[in-house]
């Protein structure tokens, strides 16, 4: 009786586990977007990896939640620590941007000089471990890396004026942009952007066609792409949104603790106005964050209003680079429901294409295992490959035999 009391129970964890883990899931090529011309049928024959199988992680890979955590707990396994040289920038209001210059290690194996302009996630930095692994891989690959370090997010560097980052402010991008082609006249620039990030370089190629003519192409990860839309699955249990919520608001939180003389003081209040810090500081989900400094701070009269304005949907339209845009099926964060949006654009053009993997969660995209990932993604080799294929493809057309 006991050992079939014992079969039951291990049955029901087993069947726990195939159910919560996925076990059963089948693993599959990305699903690609794109309208058909000659430029989208080469780029996908010079990207194997778009038409190879996403295998993650056997035994927990194919949960998009636990790509998540592990992705935002421990952002990558065994990073490298690439060495890069600050800069900084002094914006018109007296704040002081930073960014990390890393230098490529070896050539670009179809020679030239070409520099990856990176724009990090909610609260990251160069020194995020989902960063360091990307710019190491990129350096060995041959590209300059620059990655923007949002204004709060290095607690050790201090803030020179009252605010931090916003979701879609590309003032602080744009300046970075500009040191770069003065400092690197001649390299060839790539757009990268993960997560919030992918949002503000999107809106930073699309609120200024002037603004696309220093690139070669955009790269977008795993955004949302329009905020208004994504809030009312971050209040649904659904996919745990409440969840992710808190924990986003916690990370800004930290970052406004831990800059609270400059953001909260006497240069504050006469920029601003007097904030209460008290609701501030006990907010517990993003939406209310937002109304209680983030709009204010930004001088939006609405939350709705400033959202508008920070969602890179408004303004893709005016971009004619060739752009990729990549997201997954099982990202807790950014549903499926929001994949119309880079499906609808990509459609119209015949130089961009949409790529949706089936499993990686939100910028996991881990591979290797069964149990221990390889340090490097999947995430990273696709936007190496794709931008190397690019460059080809656009070599190909100036010389005539495209």
């Given at each position: 009786?006991?050992?079939?009391?014992?079969?039951?129970?291990?049955?029901?964890i087993v069947?726990?586990a195939?159910?919560?883990l996925?076990?059963?899931s089948?693993?599959?090529?990305?699903?690609?977007?794109?309208k058909?011309s000659?430029?989208?049928?080469r780029?996908?024959?010079?990207?194997?990896?778009?038409?190879?199988?996403?295998?993650?992680?056997?035994?927990?890979?194919k949960?998009?939640?636990i790509?998540?955590f592990?992705?935002?707990?421990l952002?990558?396994i065994?990073?490298?620590?690439?060495?890069?040289?600050r800069?900084s920038?002094?914006m018109?209001?007296g704040?002081?941007?930073?960014?990390?210059?890393?230098?490529?290690?070896n050539?670009?194996?179809?020679?030239g000089?070409?520099?990856?302009?990176?724009?990090?996630?909610?609260?990251?930095?160069?020194?995020?471990?989902?960063?360091?692994?990307?710019?190491?891989?990129a350096?060995?690959?041959?590209?300059?890396?620059?990655?923007m370090?949002?204004l709060?997010?290095l607690?050790?560097?201090?803030?020179?004026a009252?605010?931090?980052?916003t979701?879609?402010?590309?003032?602080?991008?744009?300046?970075?942009v500009?040191?770069?082609?003065?400092?690197?006249?001649?390299?060839?620039?790539?757009?990268?952007?993960?997560?919030?990030?992918?949002?503000?370089?999107?809106?930073?190629?699309?609120?200024?066609?002037?603004?696309?003519?220093?690139?070669?192409?955009g790269?977008?990860?795993?955004?949302?792409?329009?905020v208004i839309?994504?809030l009312?699955y971050?209040?649904?249990?659904?996919?745990?949104?409440?969840?992710?919520s808190?924990g986003m608001?916690?990370q800004?939180?930290?970052?406004?603790?831990?800059h609270?003389?400059?953001?909260?003081?006497?240069?504050?209040v006469?920029?601003?106005?007097?904030?209460?810090?008290?609701?501030?500081?006990?907010?517990?989900s993003?939406?209310c964050?937002d109304?209680?400094?983030s709009?204010?701070?930004?001088?939006?009269?609405?939350?709705?209003?400033?959202?508008?304005?920070?969602?890179?949907?408004?303004?893709?339209?005016?971009?004619?680079?060739?752009?990729?845009?990549?997201?997954?099926?099982?990202?807790?964060?950014?549903?499926?429901?929001?994949?119309?949006?880079?499906?609808?654009?990509?459609s119209q053009?015949?130089?961009?294409?949409?790529?949706?993997?089936?499993?990686?969660g939100?910028?996991?995209?881990f591979?290797?295992?069964?149990?221990?990932?390889h340090?490097v993604?999947?995430l990273?080799?696709?936007?190496?490959?794709?931008?190397?294929?690019?460059i080809?493809?656009?070599r190909?057309?100036?010389?005539?035999?495209?």
């Amino acid at each position: 009786m006991e050992f079939l009391i014992l079969l039951v129970l291990c049955i029901i964890i087993v069947c726990l586990a195939v159910r919560l883990l996925h076990l059963a899931s089948t693993t599959s090529s990305p699903a690609l977007y794109f309208k058909d011309s000659r430029f989208t049928r080469r780029l996908i024959n010079a990207c194997p990896l778009l038409l190879e199988p996403y295998v993650p992680p056997l035994i927990w890979g194919k949960n998009g939640h636990i790509q998540t955590f592990v992705y935002g707990k421990l952002g990558r396994i065994n990073s490298p620590f690439p060495r890069g040289r600050r800069q900084s920038v002094i914006m018109k209001d007296g704040a002081t941007l930073t960014f990390d210059v890393f230098e490529p290690l070896n050539e670009h194996p179809l020679g030239g000089d070409f520099t990856m302009v990176v724009c990090p996630g909610i609260a990251n930095s160069s020194q995020s471990v989902y960063i360091r692994t990307f710019v190491d891989y990129a350096q060995r690959s041959g590209y300059r890396v620059i990655v923007m370090n949002h204004l709060g997010a290095l607690l050790g560097v201090k803030l020179t004026a009252p605010r931090i980052y916003t979701y879609g402010g590309t003032d602080e991008y744009h300046a970075m942009v500009m040191w770069t082609s003065s400092m690197h006249p001649s390299s060839q620039l790539i757009a990268v952007g993960f997560s919030m990030g992918a949002n503000i370089i999107v809106k930073y190629l699309g609120e200024n066609p002037e603004h696309q003519e220093r690139f070669i192409c955009g790269i977008s990860a795993c955004q949302g792409y329009d905020v208004i839309r994504i809030l009312p699955y971050l209040k649904t249990w659904k996919h745990l949104g409440p969840v992710y919520s808190f924990g986003m608001t916690v990370q800004q939180k930290k970052i406004l603790r831990g800059h609270m003389d400059t953001l909260f003081g006497g240069s504050c209040v006469k920029a601003y106005g007097k904030f209460d810090t008290e609701e501030i500081l006990s907010s517990t989900s993003l939406d209310c964050l937002d109304e209680s400094y983030s709009r204010r701070r930004a001088g939006f009269s609405s939350l709705e209003e400033y959202y508008r304005w920070c969602s890179c949907s408004h303004y893709m339209n005016r971009i004619t680079l060739p752009m990729f845009f990549l997201n997954t099926a099982d990202d807790p964060l950014i549903t499926t429901d929001l994949h119309d949006i880079p499906r609808e654009f990509v459609s119209q053009r015949s130089n961009s294409m949409f790529v949706v993997t089936k499993h990686g969660g939100h910028l996991g995209f881990f591979e290797g295992g069964p149990l221990i990932p390889h340090p490097v993604t999947w995430l990273d080799k696709i936007v190496v490959q794709y931008s190397s294929a690019v460059i080809a493809i656009v070599r190909q057309q100036q010389a005539g035999s495209f």
